[in-house]
């Protein structure tokens, strides 16, 4: 059944339901490219660092969403069935417990690489691969047993098909098969999230901003003339950050609104804007699983290494070559 065009709002959620599937779509193959080359690379490296247990976790993380998104472009295709939407319902769980695990694992890396900097002599038990091991499987169990587990289990109500609770939308059969109680908590869920989200860009952008001051001081007593290594180092510190802030900071900024919108069910023209944002913006914020790859690179002399032994394309191109040969380790 196809949903009917907000005409007083300007708005066709079936055209831009069918913009949002492409969207995917294009985003899903390249993505499926980057992070199974990223996998191969990742499993040859040995995991005697905290960066490097954080850095395969991030794989596995990055991975498992690029996995789901075949169901996100069918979902999202007019015309759907109730049984397709109601297990992208389900499914979204775990896409999203993978979206916020990857948050949290790279605000962890940024830790890492500041204490890193901080401290390059010593190693405190933080940075130790043991302390990473048991850090992400309690981060891991408590996001499952918290906010993924509970939200899939309170999605046991059968959809109604009135007309206060379109089953033709994907977002809104996810409601109606909710409880009261699990409407509410999935309300809870959005603003932990939005709070870990926040934490998290806090960290990251002390952490850079330290890296940065720290390697640019280091350069101008060990090569006070070489302006331009200086100036891409602090390009390439900064580029973390903004690739974290872009992906994730509009998603974080429009879910809080339009989550709550969605549990009070009332299909008005602001709940269309605020759909319309919310799934733009979470797909910007899947498309992390393309840019991760270059934060590998960036950030992991080791990784950049392998890569550069990994020639599946052949000869690598002498501009890209001399980045993957760089010595600096962020």
Same mark, same amino acid.
């Given at each position: 059944m196809a949903s009917p065009p907000l005409v007083n @709002?300007?708005? *066709?959620? *079936?055209?831009? *339901?069918?913009?949002?599937? @492409? /969207?995917?779509f294009a985003l899903f193959i390249p993505a499926l490219v980057l992070n199974i080359v990223t996998v191969c690379i990742s499993w040859k490296l040995k995991a005697k660092s905290a960066f490097i247990v954080y850095l395969k976790n991030l794989v596995v993380a990055d991975l498992l969403m690029t996995l789901m998104i075949p169901l996100k472009v069918l979902s999202n295709l007019p015309g759907a069935s109730n049984g397709l939407m109601v297990l992208d319902c389900h499914v979204s769980s775990l896409f999203y417990l @993978?979206?916020?695990? =990857?948050?949290?694992?790279?605000?962890?890396?940024? /830790?890492?690489?500041?204490?890193?900097?901080?401290?390059?002599?010593?190693?405190?038990?933080? +940075?130790?691969?043991?302390f990473a091991r048991v850090a992400v499987i309690i981060i891991w169990t408590l996001l499952l047993s918290v906010n993924t587990i509970p939200t899939m289990m309170f999605n046991n109500v059968q959809p109604t098909n009135n007309s206060q609770q379109p089953t033709n939308n994907t977002a809104e059969v996810c409601m109606s098969i909710k409880s009261e109680f699990g409407k509410r908590y999935h309300e809870v869920v959005t603003f932990e999230c939005s709070v870990i989200f926040l934490v998290v860009s806090?960290?990251?952008?002390? @952490?850079?901003?330290?890296? =940065?001051?720290?390697v640019i001081m280091s350069y101008r007593i060990s090569r006070s003339t070489d302006v331009d290594g200086g100036r891409k180092i602090k390009a390439r510190v900064f580029i973390v950050l903004a690739v974290f802030l872009i992906c994730f900071a509009p998603y974080h900024i429009t879910r809080l609104p339009y989550v709550h919108r969605q549990v009070e069910n009332k299909i008005t023209c602001q709940w269309a804007s605020l759909k319309v944002a919310k799934s733009f913006t979470l797909w910007l914020a899947t498309t992390n699983v393309c840019l991760d790859p270059l934060i590998y690179v960036l950030l992991c002399k080791a990784f950049r290494e392998k890569l550069y032994q990994f020639k599946i394309f052949g +000869?690598?191109? =002498?501009?890209?070559? +001399?980045v993957i040969n760089e010595d600096a380790d962020l």
């Open positions: @709002c300007g708005l *066709n959620m *079936n055209f831009f *339901n069918l913009v949002m599937a @492409c /969207l995917y @993978c979206l916020h695990m =990857s948050i949290i694992l790279m605000g962890l890396i940024s /830790l890492d690489r500041f204490f890193k900097i901080v401290r390059p002599a010593g190693k405190l038990f933080g +940075q130790s691969a043991l806090l960290v990251m952008g002390f @952490c850079y901003t330290c890296i =940065s001051k720290r +000869q690598w191109p =002498s501009t890209l070559a +001399q």
